[in-house]
């Protein structure tokens, strides 16, 4: 390799050439921040000129450049291995200064095009002194070509250009183009670069690698994107756009990332970590199964597998785009749960039915597993450390021998999974302060479930509602609180007491958009205040008597089993223990628990529990 410090006219100055940016390159990155930082620079060796001083320059950075598979020696070509987000702003900064004086000047707005943007002899492609890749293609030869600016709105390309035209709007002071031709001569000759040139024998996608930590710190993303296209030399083009562009275009960086990942962990890796997915999916293919690298179409298919993925991880992400309602409304509750942890599994699953291997039912019942595990792990105050390890095992430990859905159950269940068990899971309603466990949202959200559990004909849109959590019995409690709760207080213990035990189980809880009218009121003030609720659950508190400990509901009591008990309503939103495994008789709703007489709802029949432990 040579390197050696230049400017940019020295660079694209002199001859027919081009700079090519590999497709394995990311799009155009530099948000307005960094152009902001450029056009100081900018200025400042622009009054640096105009005072006469010529010493002191400024060094942007690195340009590596290697040379094109399709180089010819009367039309050089070269691959910008690194530096094109600084070679593309800085070219974007010229095409705005020419359009800027093209009215008053357009020999100097020529003489700008031919010296630094295009090859005026040349066509299509060839036209460009750089080419972008190919998602930035389209956007920037139509600024080289000043199309109108309506079909060159909304990216980072158009963004650029449109703040090169807004500060050069403010910087020309006079009539004269003098000020802005002085803007153009410290871009071309006073930002120093260091350009590194490889020869053809050179490894570039090692120097690549090397460059990581200059610029736009490159992701992890970036380097497998880079590393899968320098192993499709004469493939890439129809790979990247047939199933890379359109992956690109649906998902960011950083799910792009998530995803790569994720695919990774269904290809049996449950150890890797996200931070080394590189390193590891690089491994992969440079020591297949039998021991060789992967050839070209072992890493077309890769994308393509990739690109079919895709479209189940945007579901996980975007559960709208689900078609089953019951597998879009499990999918819903996890993303709003902010369920990353579960994303393994979740693609597991999603990945499986589009295999055929389970319909909508079995995926909505895998699926119901998956929000049991955390929502009772969560009430019953489980640590959530060992969570990432649990669901990124699941790809590579789930048992083959059985349906997907009870694989899941089976090995969710297991001890070391500390799935809480419907004893468990009554013990802490009745007297965990659940109010202060989790997060805000995971809280709302376990209200907003059991509110739906009732199968209202006319249930609460809760994306519109502006529901928050209200203490029935408040957290500060009047004389009235005080003079009620004595009714229910255990031997030796004062209405004090009571209060603190109680205060913030999830009998005592409920959701409500008055909460500032509901305040510290009496219970009765409540009850008025509840009565035209549109929740279920809000309309039975103001319909009982008193609110008070030892009974349950649907009795007028808050209870310590809380104010739904530990029967059906809690405990089967996210389970029951199943006994098909042990061959015991299945749980059953006491009739103090049941939700309305003679019934139990179709959520507890569908949704359960760990597997009982013998």
């Not at 002191?56 to 987000?85: C, I, K, M």
């Not at 960086?253 to 995803?259: G, T, Y």
């Not at 039975?540 to 008597?545: C, D, N, S, V, Y």
Request: glycine letters at 6%.
């Amino acid at each position: 390799m040579q390197a050696k410090e230049t400017v940019f006219a020295d660079l694209m100055q002199g001859r027919t050439q081009q700079f090519q940016v590999p497709l394995y390159q990311r799009t155009y990155s530099w948000s307005e921040k960094q152009l902001a930082q450029l056009w100081n620079d900018i200025l400042e060796q622009t009054e640096l000129l105009d005072s006469g001083a010529s010493e002191s320059t400024h060094f942007l950075g690195s340009v590596v450049l290697a040379p094109s598979p399709q180089n010819e020696a009367t039309f050089p070509r070269w691959l910008v291995v690194d530096g094109q987000q600084r070679l593309t702003t800085l070219s974007l900064a010229l095409v705005a200064i020419r359009d800027h004086i093209t009215g008053g000047k357009p020999d100097e707005a020529e003489r700008i095009d031919e010296e630094y943007l295009i090859n005026k002899r040349k066509h299509g492609d060839e036209y460009f002194r750089l080419l972008p890749t190919q998602a930035d293609r389209p956007q920037f030869a139509a600024h080289i070509r000043s199309l109108p600016a309506e079909q060159t709105a909304g990216d980072r390309v158009a963004s650029a250009y449109r703040f090169f035209r807004r500060k050069l709007v403010e910087a020309d002071d006079a009539a004269s183009t003098k000020g802005i031709l002085r803007i153009e001569q410290a871009i071309t000759s006073r930002l120093t670069l260091v350009v590194v040139s490889a020869e053809r024998g050179d490894n570039v996608h090692r120097i690549f690698e090397s460059l990581n930590n200059t610029g736009l710190k490159l992701s992890q993303a970036d380097l497998l994107r880079n590393y899968l296209f320098m192993r499709l030399p004469t493939r890439g083009e129809r790979v990247y756009e047939t199933y890379w562009l359109p992956l690109q275009a649906s998902l960011t960086n950083d799910e792009l990332e998530q995803l790569m990942w994720l695919q990774l962990v269904l290809d049996g890796d449950d150890r890797v970590r996200r931070q080394d997915l590189y390193a590891a999916q690089q491994k992969h293919f440079e020591n297949g199964e039998t021991g060789e690298a992967r050839t070209e179409a072992d890493i077309e298919d890769y994308i393509k597998e990739l690109h079919r993925r895709s479209a189940h991880f945007r579901k996980m992400i975007h559960p709208a785009e689900e078609s089953a309602p019951t597998v879009r409304g499990h999918l819903r509750r996890l993303h709003d749960w902010q369920a990353v942890v579960t994303y393994p599994a979740l693609m597991l699953l999603l990945d499986r039915r589009a295999r055929g291997e389970l319909d909508d039912d079995e995926t909505a019942r895998a699926l119901s597993y998956v929000e049991s595990f955390l929502v009772r792990r969560t009430v019953c105050r489980v640590a959530t450390n060992n969570l990432n390890r649990i669901f990124q095992a699941v790809p590579a430990q789930l048992p083959r021998d059985v349906p997907v859905a009870d694989g899941l159950r089976q090995l969710l269940s297991a001890d070391n999974r500390q799935w809480p068990d419907d004893e468990e899971l009554r013990e802490k309603i009745r007297s965990a302060p659940f109010y202060q466990y989790g997060r805000p949202n995971q809280r709302k959200l376990v209200l907003q479930r059991l509110e739906e559990s009732y199968e209202h004909p006319e249930p609460v849109d809760f994306d519109a509602a502006q529901l928050t959590i209200e203490h029935v019995m408040p957290q500060s409690p009047g004389d009235e609180w005080m003079q009620m709760l004595k009714t229910g207080t255990a031997e030796g213990e004062s209405p004090e007491d009571l209060h603190s035990r109680l205060q913030h189980t999830l009998g005592n809880l409920t959701l409500t958009g008055v909460n500032a009218e509901l305040s510290n009121h009496p219970f009765e003030r409540k009850q008025g205040l509840l009565h035209g609720s549109h929740l279920e659950m809000n309309r039975r508190i103001a319909a009982t008597e008193r609110w008070a400990a030892r009974r349950s509901w649907p009795a007028p009591t808050i209870s310590p089993t809380g104010r739904f008990g530990c029967g059906p309503r809690r405990c089967a939103a996210w389970g029951g223990q199943s006994a098909a495994a042990t061959g015991a008789s299945p749980t059953r709703c006491s009739p103090r628990f049941r939700m309305a007489p003679g019934r139990r709802t179709e959520i507890w029949q569908r949704m359960s529990g760990p597997v009982p432990r013998p």
